[in-house]
Structures are given as C-alpha cells and as structure tokens.
C-alpha cells in the first residue's frame, strides 16, 4: 500500500496509470479500496470514482458509474448519447485533480472505449487498475514514465497464518494446541487471502478444538492455487459446510453478472419466489431472508457492497471466483434450469401462485395485469424503469375472471414505481397490509397543483417514497394537505417542491419517523423554522440539493437524531447550534455545500468534545466544499 500512496504523492503531473496486478483471489481490490478510501487519499483527489468493469461492459454503464460514483450525476445525464456522456464526464473532470478506479478490468479495449473522457492537463490526476493480466496497463499506456505497475504475491507463510489467526481471534491469540494445525492449514492455502477468509469462516462455524482443525487440514488440497479448477475445489469446502437452505441461496447469486452490486430487496424477494427461505418462528419470510444474507457474509461468502442508513445491507456483491463455484455447483446439481441469467429471472410468470413480479421493462408505462387481484400470494411488486399505471377492473370483468370486484391483496407488502394517478388510491385501498410504497410520476399538475394521494389508510404502512417527474412547475400558493399514515418510520421526497411550512406540519403528524430524506427540490424556500418536539424517533436527516439558506431549531432539537447528511446545500448559511445538544448525534456529513456550513459543523464537533463525557464523542464529519478545499475525516 505504501508504494501505491507514494506514486499517488508523486511529483508527475500528466495523468498517470497505476495497475494492480495478481493471480485471483490475491487481494487487488481489497488493497485498491484501501487506498481510495484512505485520508489522505480523500484529501488530495477530488472528485474520486470506483467503477468495476469485468468481462463484459457497456461504455455507457462504465461513464454513467463515473459520474455517480463522483457524486457529479444529473437527472438528464440519463437522456444523454453516449459521445454527449463522455463529452459531460470530461467537461467535469476537467482541471480537476481526480482518481479513478477501474476494478477487475480485463482488456485494453474498456479503457480506449472511454479514455478520451480522462483530461489531461497536468493536475496530477490518476487512473488506478485492478487486473489479472499486466500487459492491460502496458498497452493502455506505452509511455513507462506514466506508468507504475505493482505486481501483488502471495502472501509469505507467517503472514498467512497472521491473517488466519486475525480472522479467528481478532486481538487474541490462537490457544497453543492449535497453532502447529492452524499453520499448517494457512499453509495449504498458499498464501491467497481470499482462501484464508473463507476457510476462516469454515473453522469458526464449530468449536475450536484440534479434532476439527485436523478434519479440515486433511480436506485442503496441498497444490491449492496451481490452477483455478483446484482453487475451487478449496473454495468448494465452505460450500459443503453451508446448510442445505444456505447452499440453494449462495448457488442462486450466480445468476446475476459477474461482478453486479445485488440490490438485497430484490435478491431476498427472488428467493422467496424460489421457495428458498422459509418461515422462522414469528418472523417474516423478508427477516428470514436478511438473516440468510447475514449469514453468507459472515462466513466470507458474500461481501457488502452498501449499507442502509439504519446499518442494515443495502446492496452486496459476490467474488468472481466463487461466482463461478456458484455456476459449478448449480450444473453439478441440475440448478441450472432454475437459475437464468438476471435480465431473464427478473421476470416471475404471473401465476396465481407467484409470491414475487420483478419486472425489467424498457417502457415508461406498464400497466397492471387486471388478473393480478387473482395472485393471493403476491408479497413483492417491482419494475426496473418505468412506473405502474392500475387498471381498476368493472363489475363485468371481474365476474368474467372469476375475481370478486372487492378482491384485494392481503399478502402484498411492497409496492415499487406506482403511478400516483387518481386510480392509484383505488388500488391501494385494496393492499391493506402494505409495508412499503414508491410513488413515481406526476405529483404536479398541469395546472400547477401538488396532488400527493391519501394515503392515511394504509395502517401497516412503515416506508414511503415519492418521486415527482411531472414537467410543469408548482404554482399553487397555498398549504398542501399531506395525508401520511403515523405508522411510517421512513419517508424520503424527491422533487416534489413542498414549502417548508408543509414539511413543518408532519412534523408532529408522523410521530414513528426515524429516517427522513429531503431530495433534489424536495423543498422549496429559504428558511425551515422547525417546531419544538418535531420527528422525536427521527435518527437518520439527509437534505441534498435543496435551496435552504436559513435553519432555526428549538434549544433541544430532534431528541433521537444519529445521523446528520447535507450534500450539495450551497446557500446553507449555517447548522443550527442547536445541534450541540442533541444527546445522540454521532456522524454530521457535510458535502458541496458553503464554508461557513462546514465551519458550523466544526463548531458542533468542537462543542460538543467539550460538554461530553471523555470517550463519549464519535463525532464524524467529512466535508467537501465548492471552494477547492479538501475533505477531512475526524
């Protein structure tokens, strides 16, 4: 890692390549992403991108990651041609000095696809690769002086078995009769750190005896690492270990493209739909499914990729080295004709017995099957683009499916993408136990009214979110009647251009919300005089890129508030100060917005070291301002 920090620190000024080369499995992301997320890292580069390009790529995907990896995306870069797109990601790039990883790259093709949306213009700029094959970096750039290439070995055999311990133990230190077996098992795995955490993640599943040590020593291939086939013959040892509910669960993450960052929901839903998880107790099938996750990634089989506001898993990935055991196993095992490739297992046929329909539509506008009131089983309703439209049936029709006019979906708890069209209530008002809604589409008029539905009735319903893609403008002057169920603990608004009197009226309306994020306009106006007792379970506040210039707060703000984000808040003069009395506050992120907002956060985290107990502030506040200063963390 030093030398990589050193070439980052050097004094070249033209846009240079760094590569990380290695067999798989050796550790080229992981020490990739260390030095992209290490401070001073964070301070030297602005903007930073981690795109993963793999096997098979799309130019537009690789330019669009850039930009929202770098937090430089807007709405109608979507919209945009490729060549407009590459054109957007230069312009933005441009006097710059940034940093860009492209994580497991296999051919110099990618990089000629996009390098002319790389300015170089002496600002000491970087390119990092992660690669299994050298001569990528050599041919993406001849000239040597702008190339530095480190070649990752394995690990030697100490520290291996210091990784193996550190797996197991943590601080610890391995009890005496097991250290001659321990060594000897990290030695077999010959120095490949991703066969030290897997079968970490094997012994650490039973007690720590030397009968079990030894029982997986004799299993372990002494030539492991010679050739990929033998690797995963090793890799294939926590597969055998997983209880049978497990192994169809890891064997499906094959499905998904190699290298793809799973959206968890939908992974979870698709397992269900597959019959995979079943019911645990009293929990739900949902809670049953994250505790499968939660398992995979403790035994090293899965990796997080992003992670919800409340700590939970939002999104994960899969190596493509046990990727590939997951193809092996599922042909070994005939798994194969129930596992397709994800734009095909997106679609769930819409049988009466269907428990999930994940739709990848191309269209903006999917109507919903008048033969859905007939799927009693249907948990989970979601489209990749686009919005639901609802089709209410008549008397007749419904008599003529055999679907009774007031048939509704008891089972259905979560509803993505639906148009909030005056038929929407209709629909909705037959899901009484939604658990989760996303409204999408015109919540402005033509005639310039906000026209947010009643949703009051929805009692089970716990997470909200709209998004408003109307083109019209608000007009209307007065206060919008916002009818949300007390029972919501997250709300996110996005677009929506609400006063801020109207956010202030939810305040004491919403007495379970712990999550609330106010998105891209989701206000309007300059100032939010927020009420005394207002959200008093809120945990998690995020504004981005709205206009607000002044906020006042009562002397104790927010009782439950953690997490406090604002990106891209430029007119913010200041936050409040009374944000150095709120009891919980641990994190305050503050990015692209004014210097004295970012001062104002210095201020709190200084305040409240001071009124604290010693060892109680965990105060974080990371900050990249509009004026070339640079980000800290604290």
């Known amino acids: 890692m030093t030398r990589i920090k050193d070439r980052l620190d050097g004094g070249e000024e033209r846009l240079e390549i760094i590569s990380i080369v290695g067999t798989p499995g050796v550790g080229k992301t992981t020490l990739a992403r260390k030095v992209y997320e290490d401070p001073l890292t964070v301070y030297y580069f602005k903007p930073r991108a981690w795109i993963t390009v793999s096997t098979e790529y799309q130019k537009r995907d690789l330019l669009i990651g850039i930009l929202e990896s770098a937090d430089l995306i807007k709405h109608g870069d979507y919209e945009l041609s490729d060549d407009m797109l590459g054109e957007e990601v230069s312009k933005r ?52 002086d702008l190339r530095f290439t480190l070649e990752l070995l394995p690990l030697p ?29 990290a030695e077999k795995c010959r120095g490949l750190p991703l066969a030290i955490v897997v079968i970490a993640g094997i012994l650490d599943k039973e007690e720590k005896t030397r009968e079990w040590w030894n029982q997986v020593a004799k299993r372990l291939s002494s030539v492991i690492a010679r050739n990929q ?32 960052e799973i959206p968890v929901r939908k992974l979870i839903w698709l397992w269900i739909a597959e019959g995979f998880v079943q019911q645990n107790g009293k929990k739900s099938l949902e809670a049953a499914g994250e505790d499968c996750l939660r398992d995979l ?12 506001s409340n700590g939970g898993i939002k999104a994960c990935r899969i190596h493509d080295l046990l990727r590939d055991l997951c193809l092996r196993k599922a042909e070994e095992d005939n798994f194969l004709r129930h596992i397709y490739e994800y734009d095909q297992i997106s679609y769930q046929t819409t049988s009466s017995t269907s428990s999930s329909i994940i739709v990848a539509n191309t269209h903006r506008r999917l109507f919903i099957n008048r033969h859905i009131f007939k799927m009693v089983n249907l948990r989970h309703l979601y489209t990749t683009k686009g919005e639901f439209h609802v089709e209410i049936l008549s008397s007749r029709q419904a008599e003529r499916i055999g679907c009774p006019p007031s048939s509704t979906l008891d089972n259905l708890q979560t509803m993505d993408r639906l148009c909030p069209c005056s038929l929407c209530r209709k629909f909705l008002a037959r899901t009484p136990n939604l658990k989760k809604l996303g409204l999408s589409g015109s919540l402005i008029s033509e005639s310039g009214d906000v026209i947010f539905p009643d949703l009051e009735f929805l009692t089970n319903l716990e997470t909200l979110k709209c998004i408003n893609r109307s083109l019209y403008p608000r007009r209307s002057i007065g206060p919008v009647n916002l009818k949300f169920p ?16 109207e956010i202030s009226i939810l305040e004491g309306g919403l007495p379970n919300l712990e999550v609330l994020k106010l998105l891209d306009q989701a206000c309007v106006g300059s100032v939010w005089n927020t009420n005394d007792g207002a959200f008093p379970r809120l945990k998690y506040l995020r504004f981005r890129r709205l206009d607000i210039a002044e906020w006042t707060v009562s002397d104790y703000p ?52 001071n009124i604290r107990e010693v060892g109680c502030v965990n105060l974080v506040i990371r900050h990249d301002d509009d004026e070339g200063d640079s980000g800290e963390v604290y």
């Open 93 to 144: 790039l441009r006097t710059k000095k940034y940093l860009v990883v492209m994580d497991d790259i296999w051919s110099v093709q990618a990089w000629i696809d996009i390098k002319r949306s790389f300015p170089n213009e002496s600002t000491g700029s970087k390119v990092i690769f992660t690669s299994r094959h050298a001569e990528v970096a050599e041919l993406a750039q001849p000239d040597s």
């Open 486 to 501: 007390e029972t919501l603990t997250k709300l996110s608004l996005q677009n929506t251009t609400l006063n801020w009197e």
């Open 157 to 185: 055999g100490d520290k291996s078995w210091e990784l193996l311990q550190n797996k197991l133990f943590g601080k610890e230190t391995c009890p005496p009769e097991l250290v001659e077996t321990g060594k000897d098992i």
């Open 297 to 308: 990634v403790r035994r090293s089989l899965v990796m997080v990729a992003r992670k919800r």
């Open 229 to 260: 086939e033998v690797y995963l013959d090793t890799l294939a040892l926590s597969y055998n270990h997983l209880p049978l509910h497990l192994k169809a669960c890891f064997v499906y993450l094959g499905a998904f493209p190699e290298d793809y």
């Open 558 to 609: 927010f009782p439950s508030l953690e997490v406090l984000v604002l990106e891209y808040c430029l007119k913010l003069e200041a936050i409040p100060d009374g944000f150095v009395y709120v009891p919980y506050l641990h994190t305050v992120e503050v990015k692209w917005c004014s210097r004295s907002a970012r001062d104002s956060a210095e201020m709190i985290k200084e305040e409240q070291e």
